[in-house]
């Protein structure tokens, strides 16, 4: 959706903000290579998390040594080779990996024009639970299962629901006209890529239209609410901070 007269979608504010397409610059991320990599979302936007968008060249490789970061990735479109924490596997669309703390990984041999959306975070430890494993899995072989009771909105949960995660990354796909069910405010901070469709997307006390390549950041607490229009289902992938104590 390009807009001429100097304006866009965009809207940066203190505690969301949606990021339309239009605006994307490039940035040179150490690791990375043979790619374009956009720095999405960061503590400099009042994030605690990062959200980046790697779209590959043929040739292209992303090569990050272990460290205290914990890394989520999804294969939105293309495929490559994911090597994580010594498992390697060739992964197709729809792919995902997670690499804690502590793990180095890669991706090789994309094909050309493979856009990864990376979620990073600081691993929080929690006393008693062994940080998690790696992973590599398909989102296809992820059963979705309706959100609060409603079929139509339908949630894949892609990681294990278990205390040792301090992440969790999900899709929720919308059937048009179907909704979050009422305006959450929660203390998790989301950061969400549209996938599919488009839709309404309520944050504080705005109404944004949003389409497939929008990114929104929702702070914590930050009243979130959204309906899905057109005439094919909507759905975004969305990073949540998870289970750990209030203070
Ligand atoms: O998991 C969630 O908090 C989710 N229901 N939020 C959202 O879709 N904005
Ligand atoms: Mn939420």
Redesign the pocket.
């Known amino acids: 959706m390009s807009i001429p007269y100097g304006q866009t979608r965009t809207h940066i504010g203190q505690r969301h903000a949606l990021i339309a397409p239009d605006g994307h610059v490039k940035s040179e991320v150490p690791g990375i290579a043979g790619a374009a990599t956009v720095i999405l979302i960061n503590p400099a936007l009042g994030a605690r998390f990062a959200q980046l968008l790697v779209t590959f060249e043929a040739g292209g490789s992303a090569v990050m040594p272990s460290s205290d970061i914990e890394t989520v990735a999804y294969f939105e479109s293309g495929g490559g080779i994911v090597k994580v924490a010594g498992s390697k596997e060739r992964v197709a669309a729809g792919a995902y990996f997670f690499c804690p703390a502590g793990q180095p990984w890669e991706i090789s041999t994309p094909k050309r024009g493979t856009r990864v959306t990376l979620f990073q975070k600081k691993y929080v430890f929690l006393e008693g639970y062994a940080t998690p494993r790696a992973l590599i899995g398909d989102a296809a072989a992820i059963k979705g299962e309706p959100f609060l009771g409603d079929p139509d909105a339908r949630l894949q949960v892609l990681l294990p629901t278990q205390l040792g995660f301090d992440l969790a990354v999900?899709i929720?796909t919308y059937q048009p006209g179907a909704t979050?069910p009422f305006v959450?405010t929660?203390v998790?901070e989301?950061g969400l890529l549209m996938l599919t469709g488009q839709g309404v997307y309520r944050l504080e006390d705005a109404w944004y239209p949003v389409a497939a390549g929008d990114v929104i950041w929702m702070a914590p607490f930050c009243p979130?609410w959204?309906v899905a229009m057109g005439k094919t289902p909507a759905s975004y992938l969305?990073y949540?901070d998870v289970n750990r104590a209030a203070l």
Do not use: D, G, S
């Open positions: 999900n929720f979050l959450e929660h998790m989301h979130q959204f969305y949540k």
